[in-house]
């Protein structure tokens, strides 16, 4: 059985230091470890954030933890200790050393409802295998995700753009694809732009330029998609963060959804039309996603 980890934070955040207390404590992973009181269970009340490891190095750990502190800001949680969360994510990432693609998931509450102190705990075990996804893509649907693209800026009590636990929307829209035979969504917004995935971001290739939509659309800003952007220069094309209609997807001459763990999926399918896959690049973008270091 492949290893499954499980460390509980001592102090989750900077106002309630431990001084001289180690920063975690390994749990028996098959142990009960959060209250049926907590936040995080009763209120989807708390942020998360999945790291990629890489035979036991950790991907992208900064940009992750920013996030992390970015999101919990928006949800006005105490401001998360960053070096004791950077230690976990280390612990647990070299007892994975033997494995070739695992991953870390961290999750901060607001605590025991009535309580004082937020709870923090990050769980790590293999990689699902994306091989499949990776190379032959996946078929997505377009969906409304029923907000302007400004809900951002005109209702940021909606916490769009923040990593919240509650995800429970993208499961059901998942749950619509598979029901419109597809594997995935691409969100729009109501008044027509494309957002991002369920679980990723869109990536668009034209020409030598790769585009994604705007983060200013209250979506995820993608580490994934930063670290593509990065790949993408490093071969001579250009990169851009754009507004973008369902037009572009015609345009494109290739699209991915990607994302921490699954990597560059590439999209296949669109509303059951077939979209082109390019082989080569995907291979190329993947190798070096999968090959990431901190
Ligand atoms: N958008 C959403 C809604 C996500 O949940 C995620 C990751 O889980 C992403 C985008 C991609 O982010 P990252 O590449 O940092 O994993």
Do not use: C
């Not at 404590?25 to 490891?53: C, H, N």
């Not at 790769?210 to 580490?223: D, N, R």
């Not at 998609?225 to 997807?249: H, I, K, M, N, V």
Request: net charge negative; aromatic share 6%.
């Amino acid at each position: 059985m492949p290893p499954r980890l499980l460390a509980l934070l001592t102090a989750p955040s900077l106002d309630r230091p431990a001084p001289g207390k180690p920063p975690f404590r390994f749990i028996d992973v098959e142990q009960p470890l959060v209250s049926a009181l907590d936040l995080g269970v009763t209120r989807g009340d708390g942020v998360f954030e999945t790291i990629s490891i890489g035979g036991g190095r950790a991907q992208a750990t900064g940009p992750h933890l920013t996030r992390l502190a970015r999101s919990a800001a928006m949800l006005e949680l105490p401001e998360p200790d960053l070096d004791a969360w950077r230690s976990v994510v280390y612990a647990l990432a070299e007892e994975l050393s033997g494995v070739k693609e695992a991953f870390a998931k961290l999750v901060y509450t607001r605590g025991i409802e009535g309580g004082d102190r937020p709870t923090g705990w990050v769980f790590a075990e293999a990689s699902p295998d994306h091989t499949a996804a990776r190379r032959d893509g996946v078929r997505v649907v377009l969906l409304d995700r029923g907000y302007a693209h400004d809900v951002a800026s005109t209702a940021p009590w909606l916490l769009q753009g923040a990593k919240t636990l509650s995800y429970a929307v993208n499961r059901a829209a998942v749950r619509e694809a598979h029901r419109r035979d597809a594997d995935d969504v691409l969100f729009l917004s109501s008044d027509g732009f494309l957002l991002e995935g369920t679980t990723a971001n869109l990536v668009l290739k034209r020409g030598d330029r790769l585009t994604t939509p705007a983060t200013s659309l209250g979506i995820l800003a993608g580490t994934t998609q930063a670290d593509a952007f990065s790949f993408a220069r490093s071969q001579g094309l250009t990169t851009s963060y754009e507004l973008l209609t369902p037009d572009a997807l015609e345009d494109a001459e290739a699209l991915w959804l990607v994302s921490s763990v699954r990597h560059a999926a590439p999209i296949r399918a669109i509303d059951g039309v077939e979209r082109p896959i390019d082989r080569a690049f995907t291979a190329a973008l993947n190798e070096f996603l999968v090959g990431r270091r901190d």
